[in-house]
């Protein structure tokens, strides 16, 4: 499958690539702008195969701590013989101040939305247990708009 089918489907760049954390615990969302910096499709023969890719990403969040957190997603995405595509992988991203934060992101086959948790970070970043959703709201083959919400403490 080629990567600007998944990337149309919104699996590769919007697959992955979000995190949620807020000042306030109420607000837990925004968006995940991202742009894809390189794919490679293997095919595996009866239908299979798998892409890995990566994307440069910046987050968008009123209010939240991550609002300009900047850096690099990569995953898999792995199209079955039935069609359906399951990917996985993981973001890290660094703000401002110099302080990083990481998530491990997957989305199941077929499923609209994908699920994302944080799995380590360092000054403000440093312990959070986040945890939370993402779908995938416009791609054109290069470029990704993600939206993302969840439980943010």
């Known amino acids: 499958m080629r990567i600007e089918k998944l990337m149309r489907n919104g699996v590769l760049v919007g697959a992955g690539l979000f995190v949620c954390s807020t000042v306030f615990a109420d607000n837990c969302t925004g968006y995940d702008i991202l742009v894809t910096t390189s794919a490679e499709t293997r095919d595996l023969g009866n239908g299979m195969s798998l892409t890995t890719f990566q994307a440069e990403s910046i987050l968008i ?35 401002k101040d110099g302080h990083a934060q990481s998530i491990e992101w997957s989305q199941s086959p077929g499923a609209e939305k994908g699920m994302w948790k944080s799995t380590g970070g360092s000054g403000k970043y440093a312990g959070k247990t986040d945890s939370g959703w993402f779908q995938n709201v416009r791609t054109d083959g290069v470029m990704a708009v993600t939206k993302w919400g969840g439980n943010c403490r």
């Open 61 to 95: 969040g009123d209010g939240s701590i991550y609002h300009l957190a900047t850096g690099q997603c990569s995953g898999t995405a792995l199209v079955t013989p039935d069609g359906k595509v399951q990917s996985n992988g993981h973001c890290a991203r660094r703000d």
